[in-house]
């Protein structure tokens, strides 16, 4: 009697806990109210709006400098992963700007640099660490080969961030949501400079397929293997 | 065991149950942690440095003396991977084990921090000016000869700077030990060949006769001799190189033989001498000094059967070169000398000198070349310490307490020292007895020149260079160290420098020429230098003479049995842990033995006919005595082992060191008698004698092997049948 009783006691026990667990140790939800990524407290407010925005014609003191997403993240078309750009980076400009030397976010900029210490930002857009998401690779493919502009490719993942000062992150990155883009039909015409048969690159899900009308461009569903991401 | 009811079904349920609960409960969310970690970037990054791209830097592998040449992979500013560097002609691209492992060495968590000065029991930590000032405090008034100083093999311009230091302190007392170094063979080769090491053609060889030399697990230059080795097998002709290994323990290399014999141990030299005289070819004065051994004596005294030594000797017969080896089971004797003296002599029999032995050659600058460390260094220092004749002792790149053979005493002897101090890695047993503890740079953050002992193709210095930063602020390369300890005493002639690394380059750049960098301005030569991580040399040959002296060669008789103690203690030397310097890299400790694929422990490998006369089996605990100690530990049943002969791995057994060393296994150094080699006066590590008896305790083996153990249940894996036993019609 004992005997039968034991286990399903030790069971539903073990399932509680393990729930109760889980459950306290609940990680940061996808979305918030507003539909972002959560705000994160930065060691120095990056305006990236004040980088990256729009000119404005009425006041060179206000609007942004139009700056090239790709000059400060240099590494986001050269590897994988895109890094944060070095320190020495921000120095290259800010060293020789002495109209804004006196402000706040600049002198804590000047301390770290003195010190010869990194600046320890907080990871905006984290992927689990199973997935890989490759940089380099949608770089070439949206502005390299289709020149589309550089704020609109980065934006398809990181959102609209000429707008913000500290980046949120504005897409839900979840497997779903990648699949969202990877499962409409992209052209792979060589304009697109993919190889129609290439074993290179398949965009969507799976293999690219030859329509018998010519005058119609393959299709491709993104890539038909689990270990392009899942590696 | 487990005895509370559940079994493996039950088992299996609660593990599902609790996988779909943390299922559940994590639906919905998955592990993005926005906000939460920290990403750091460089302040100051070159070109190069991409994230998440690999780089690539030369340097060489301090994990052992071969001098194989390493190419790390550095990303993000951190090295994680090793192989061989393909340029070098030493390990051409490969790299052991035991080198991969060197990663541990630098991430190791018990590496020490910060210069340690003896209160009592405890280091305390102090900054590197007391240290210094405290040396020089200490050496006031000390006269040169009451200053020593302990090494491993040290070479390049860091054996010229110590010379230069050694010097200024006016001693000689510079003891370089090693506690596994092929001693007596280099002995006995300068007096065979005129060289210590000659360069073996294992790959021109159509047959090898090695006693006891694992050249594939352990023996001098492992990566090297196995490229040859594969060669080899592939064979010069079409023909298939056979390899008959001769030795009382079965090494790795022994495991690859095409014919293993069991000799007694301390017979190798008889079996060499029956082997020339079954050869028959020799004349003159050889043939007078094997003409007593014959067959039968030879077999009595070997307990190598008639018919294998026969068979032996055909092979050489039919085939030539060959090559024949001394290795470290032949020389670990009392008369171990006259083993390689008579190992030797047979390859000049059979002609293979200047064929597959062949000469090395000599590196152009001598005050680079190898102080080559052996064990007979460990006993004159040990004899000055227990002589108290030291004031100030300096200890490095080697750990005599651990290592030093139990009758030394060395521990004892040791602290008779006035004031020691040890440049060390970690806190091992040598440095725990130091009372000034300087903490190293890793391997791979040091800077150094390094020329290897065995040489191959030419001469070569590897360059060691920084593969990232240092990890800890206040560690320091050895170089620095013995730089800033000169500049006490020279501080004129060497002021210029500002560290090693200075020193380093002007003088690589001095002699450019030399080094083949005439022409080229400084900063060229010196980054293609790094680049490269080896400065290739023209070395001349060195001259082999060939003649294996006869009138000295005399055989003792064969050591008779010892009523007390009657087994001999072969002392296993293993390809990943050594001499033990190493065993706090817990991939050496985890990769199993290659014989008996046990993990993180010793054993003792016994006969499985001892094991049945003394009633033994796998697991039991016993105690193995000799006169100078005594050491517990599990038995492994091993059939490639002499009967008379027990076996237990050198390396384990640390009472200090780190967490993944401490605590794991047994030191059979510590039982090991102070027996010498007559000649040469080096350790004899074969010697000692030792009973066995069983404690009465009885432990599960750790091992990978299946519960069949290495009798595959009785099967082989192609089994066979004599010709003349068969009847091929009913076959077929």
């Known amino acids: 009697m004992y005997r039968y009783l034991r286990l399903p006691i030790l069971l539903v026990g073990l399932f509680l806990a393990v729930s109760a667990y889980a459950a306290n140790n609940s990680q940061p939800a996808l979305t918030t109210e507003d539909g972002l990524g959560p705000q994160v407290q930065q060691p120095i407010e990056f305006p990236h709006n004040r980088h990256a925005g729009l000119h404005d014609a009425s006041d060179p003191n206000k609007g942004g400098m139009e700056i090239n997403c790709q000059y400060c993240h240099t590494y986001a078309r050269r590897s994988a992963v895109a890094g944060i750009p070095p320190l020495q980076k921000c120095m290259g400009c800010h060293n020789s700007i002495d109209s804004v030397k006196d402000r706040p976010r600049i002198k804590e900029l000047f301390k770290y640099w003195e010190a010869k210490k990194p600046i320890p930002w907080k990871k905006v857009h984290d992927l689990p660490d199973f997935v890989r998401f490759n940089h380099e690779r949608h770089v070439k493919r949206f502005v390299e080969q289709q020149n589309r502009p550089v704020q609109e490719a980065c934006g398809y993942c990181h959102g609209d961030v000429k707008e913000m000062t500290v980046a949120r992150r504005q897409k839900p990155l979840a497997m779903g949501w990648c699949a969202s883009c990877h499962e409409k039909d992209h052209p792979v015409t060589a304009e697109g400079g993919t190889p129609v048969d290439g074993q290179a690159y398949w965009y969507s899900f799976q293999k690219p397929v030859k329509t018998s009308d010519s005058a119609l461009a393959p299709k491709a569903k993104g890539p038909n293997d689990c270990w392009q991401c899942h590696k | ?732």
């Open chain 2, 1 to 732: 065991m487990i005895d509370s009811g559940i079994d493996r079904r039950d088992f299996l349920k609660v593990l599902g149950w609790s996988g779909a609960a943390v299922a559940l409960s994590g639906c919905g969310n998955t592990s993005i942690e926005d906000g939460k970690e920290t990403v750091v970037s460089y302040v100051e990054a070159n070109d190069y440095m991409v994230p998440g791209i690999g780089v690539y830097f030369n340097s060489t592998c301090a994990q052992c003396d071969a001098g194989c040449s390493i190419n790390g992979r550095i990303r993000e500013g951190r090295v994680l991977k090793l192989e061989g560097n393909p340029d070098s002609a030493i390990n051409k691209g490969k790299l052991c084990g035991l080198g991969q492992a060197g990663v541990q060495h630098h991430y190791n968590p018990d590496r020490v921090r910060e210069p340690l000065l003896r209160k009592g029991n405890k280091g305390e930590a102090i900054s590197w000016d007391k240290a210094y000032a405290l040396i020089a405090e200490k050496m006031a008034g000390v006269q040169g000869d009451e200053i020593a100083l302990l090494s491993g093999g040290v070479s390049g311009h860091l054996k010229v700077l110590l010379g230069n230091y050694l010097d200024s302190l006016n001693t000689k007392n510079h003891f370089v030990y090693e506690a596994v170094a092929p001693g007596v063979v280099r002995a006995a080769n300068q007096k065979a060949y005129g060289v210590e090491m000659p360069r073996y053609r294992l790959d021109k060889a159509k047959v090898i006769l090695s006693f006891g030399a694992d050249f594939l697990g352990a023996w001098v230059s492992p990566v090297h001799f196995s490229q040859q080795y594969a060669q080899f097998r592939k064979g010069v002709d079409g023909q298939r190189g056979v390899l008959v290994q001769v030795e009382s323990k079965m090494t790795l290399t022994g495991a690859n033989a095409d014919r293993w014999l069991a000799v007694k141990p301390g017979t190798e030299g008889v079996l060499a001498l029956g082997i020339i005289n079954a050869l028959g070819t020799a004349a003159g004065e050889v043939a007078d000094l094997v003409k007593e051994y014959s067959l039968v004596r030879v077999s009595r005294e070997t307990g190598v059967s008639v018919s294998q030594i026969e068979k032996v000797t055909a092979l050489l017969k039919m085939r030539s070169p060959s090559l024949v080896l001394a290795g470290s089971a032949a020389e670990g004797y009392a008369h171990g000398s006259q083993n390689a003296a008579a190992i030797n002599l047979l390859n000049q029999v059979l002609g293979n000198v200047g064929k597959t032995i062949e000469a090395p050659v000599s590196v152009p600058f001598p005050q680079m070349v190898p102080s080559k460390g052996n064990t007979a260094a460990l006993k004159k220092f040990n004899d000055g310490l227990s002589a108290g004749k030291y004031k100030v002792v300096f200890s490095f790149g080697a750990n005599p307490v651990f290592t030093a053979p139990g009758a030394f005493k060395f521990k004892d002897n040791f602290a008779k020292a006035g004031f020691k101090v040890a440049f060390a890695h970690y806190l091992d047993e040598t440095a725990l007895q130091a009372d000034l503890v300087l903490p190293l740079d890793s391997a791979l953050e040091d800077w150094g020149t390094q020329v290897p002992e065995y040489l191959t193709e030419g001469a070569q210095i590897n360059i060691q260079q920084p593969l990232m930063e240092k990890l800890h602020a206040n560690t320091r390369g050895v170089g620095d160290i013995v730089l800033a300890l000169l500049k006490q005493k020279k501080s004129e002639e060497y002021k210029s420098y500002e560290d090693y690394y200075a020193y380093l380059r002007s003088a690589l750049l001095q002699n450019k020429g030399a080094l083949g960098g005439g022409g080229a301005d400084d900063d060229t030569f010196w980054t293609d230098t790094l680049s490269r991580g080896i400065v290739k040399l023209a070395g001349s040959a060195v001259g082999l003479t060939g003649h294996q002296n006869v009138a000295g060669l005399k055989l003792p008789a064969v050591a008779e049995e010892n009523e007390h103690y009657p087994l001999y203690l072969i002392p296993g030397v293993t390809a990943s842990l050594r001499d033990g310097r190493h065993t706090n890299q817990p991939w050496l400790q985890e990769s199993p033995d290659p014989l008996t694929t046990i993990v993180w422990d010793s054993w003792v490998e016994i006969h499985p006919k001892k094991a049945t006369e003394l009633g033994i089996v796998e697991g039991d605990i016993v105690e193995v005595t000799s006169r100078t100690g005594s050491v517990k530990a599990q038995v492994y049943i091993f059939p490639g082992i002499h009967p008379e002969a027990v076996s237990i791995p050198v390396g384990r057994g640390h009472d200090a060191m780190g967490r993944y060393a401490k605590g794991y296994g047994v030191n059979p150094f510590q039982i090991m008698d102070a027996v010498f080699e007559v000649e040469t006066g080096e350790l004899a590590m074969h010697e000692t004698r030792v009973k066995i008896h069983k404690t009465g305790q009885r432990v599960l083996v750790v091992k990978d092997e299946g519960a069949a153990g290495a009798l595959q249940m009785g099967r082989k894996i192609a089994s066979r049948v004599s010709t003349d036993q068969i009847d091929l019609s009913k076959e077929v």
